[in-house]
């Protein structure tokens, strides 16, 4: 089962819910989730200095056959 139908039916048994504390589980869920993606920090200017210690001196040159 792809993620997508998956998705859509739990989009139709949702909008056939009746029951309150169900919905209201369904939105502590919905509210975990999201707190996890506002976790993520922006990425910061040079974080990676240091990790490359070697660049051959052809880098930039295209390779043959790449024109």
């Known amino acids: ?4 139908v998956l998705k859509l ?10 029951d309150t504390q169900l919905l209201k589980e ?3 869920l919905k509210e975990k989730s999201s ?5 993520l920090k922006p990425r ?3 974080c990676g200095k240091g ?3 070697y660049v051959a001196d052809d880098f930039d040159e295209t390779p043959p056959g790449f024109e």
């Not at 089962?1 to 997508?4: D, R, Y």
């Not at 039916?9 to 009746?18: A, G, K, P």
């Open 1 to 4: 089962m792809s993620i997508q």
């Open 9 to 18: 039916e739990l989009i139709q048994w949702i909008l056939l819910l009746n």
């Open 26 to 28: 369904i939105q502590k």
């Open 35 to 39: 707190e996890k993606t506002n976790v």
């Open 44 to 46: 910061q200017f040079g």
């Open 51 to 53: 990790i490359f210690t």
